[in-house]
């Protein structure tokens, strides 16, 4: 394998798949990255087998040469070194040339480096997706949807498919739930399929689509989604992204959201969201993030927190509409911030239906984005 290639797209394409490699990889070949060099271009995988990153760096891209192939070949570099020292290389333009033994030799500039490689035919076959059905889903879209729901997504292991993000598909309505037992979070959107097209409970996890959106740009460009058995892939430009489906079935939760309230608030979103951030900070001293939220009876809102050692916040809101009965809530206020952080509204209606019953946040300009938080039983 001997070819010129220039840093700055190896680098790219370097940085986007050292997102699949393991930091305690169970096998040492799954701590490197593998180069696979054509005459048409080069190929390089990462995977720590619950996902599997492929970004392709072509020979030409329109009018801009990117490599030169001598001779093809292939071969695994470690990671972790390759990550940080192509992108310091001096030069513009690197040689890399493999010997026996699978020594590498990357030269840029006046700097020379042996490395030493690993045996590609060890590296792990990536799994095989049946590309017969492919939507497309705008890359903004998308990055949108993971935002507003992955923050929601349980951390603890004991129940492994809380961990994901829960996928639907029907009739062209794309929905992602997720759900850590305290709160929940879900996005829908329309998307353009055949109109036969649909899959349900495929969850994927939080940790792979927080990878995933960092890939994904900031632009209208389509993301292809291709759904199979246990794999679903993802389709970015030059990169292919795949990753394993958490096992098991996802709750339903469409039964604990309420939709009839017995109190109706419509704030304003940034208001709120700055007086909550306030108590916020005197309920963490306490280590409990306990915010009240009360009706007052010239119409306004009343939102506290104390701590035994510092003392109290309060502060009364404005709210632009408010109807039904008085009110006095306790809630984890973390859990509201992190849903105040991702709603794209001006205002925003919250409904209770009681001091012990789910808290519901919409926006109030659409009906795409919905959280629910479960507030906490106090005794003052």
Known sequence: MKLMIMKSPLNEAIQQVAKAVSSRPAIPILGGIKMDVTHQGIMLTASDTDISIQSYIPVESGEQINARIDKPGSIVLPAKFLVEIIKKLPSDQLEIELGEKYQT??????TDIQMVGLDPEEFPVLPSVEESEIFTVPAVLLKSMIRQTIFATSTSEQTPVLTGVLWNLQEGQFKFVATDRHRLASRIAKVETAPEYRFSNIVISGRTLGELSKIIPDNNDGVGIVVADNQILFKVGHVLFYSRMLDGTYPDTTKIIPQVFKTE??????????????AYLMSREEKTNIVRLMTLEDGSIEISSSSSELGRVTEQLQPVSLKGDPLRIAFNSKYVLDALKVIDSEQLFIGFTGAMSPII??????PYNLHLILPYRTTA
């Open 105 to 110: 030799q990357i030269r840029s500039g006046s």
């Open 265 to 278: 608030l419509v704030l304003d979103t940034k208001n709120l969201m700055d007086a909550i951030d306030r």
């Open 361 to 366: 946040l919409k926006p109030t300009d659409h």
